[in-house]
């Protein structure tokens, strides 16, 4: 039995869930995060039930908003305090706003780059010396499709996902000594709840040929255990 750990953000639902899932089923001790506490309470029971790992005690919620230095210290210092490494990060939170440029507020713009970009900054740069010290770790930010097209009408979404696949390439270079690999994934439409959120009608009439959450979970578990030479790439995936 592997005593290593992993943190997913944005892991009550969606995308985050299904990367969660995939971990523990390979042995990892895992951490989900997201900021409402009663959906993470509710998914942590689910996938103990479904996974049989109530027991092993391998599983960690906490409540976190990305954005927020603070926050994302404490859920730190409580992956450190149960299980004492960081492993793998996936930075996966992320929200997206409909909007034309124009009509996008202020508040719209600070939100989406904050959860987005500067979250993956905020967790990164928090997990990063632990992985320093082990000379050992692997991030994977989940981008998008929009982090390397433009799209219209969700101009600031682009931004922050064209912002992580910068990250992602900067950082590869500076912590590879480390034998620390930090990667992006490229997701077209999956089927959650940010893509029925987005547009419902569209979401209900497209269901069928989005990708599923789980299909872009294997994606990632295959980038961190099987294609071990990815390092700095930003992977397309649908
Ligand atoms: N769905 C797609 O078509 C698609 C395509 C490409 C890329 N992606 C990316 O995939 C990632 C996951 O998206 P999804 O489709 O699974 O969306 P989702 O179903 O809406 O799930 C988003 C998750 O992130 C959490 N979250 C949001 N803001 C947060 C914050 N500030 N701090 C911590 N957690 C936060 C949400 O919980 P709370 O709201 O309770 O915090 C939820 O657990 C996102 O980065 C998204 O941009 C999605």
Known sequence: MINQTAIVTGSSRGIGREIAIVLLKRGYNV???????KEINSTVTEIKQ?????????ILGARCDVSNCLEVENLIKSTIDKFKSIDILVNNAGIVYV????DTSEDEWDRTISINLKGTFLCTRAALPIMMVNKSGVIVNV???????GFPNISAYCASKFGIIALTESLAWEVANYN???????PGEVDTRMQQDIDEDYYKANKQKMLKPSKVAEKIAEMIFENQYVNGQSVDIG
């Open 99 to 102: 909007k034309k440029l124009v």
């Open 180 to 186: 620390i690999r930090v990667m992006a994934i490229c």
């Open 31 to 37: 951490v989900l995060c997201s900021r409402t506490q």
């Open 50 to 58: 479904m996974t049989n790992m109530d027991t092993g005690g391998k």
């Open 143 to 149: 981008s998008s499709g929009a982090g390397k097209t």
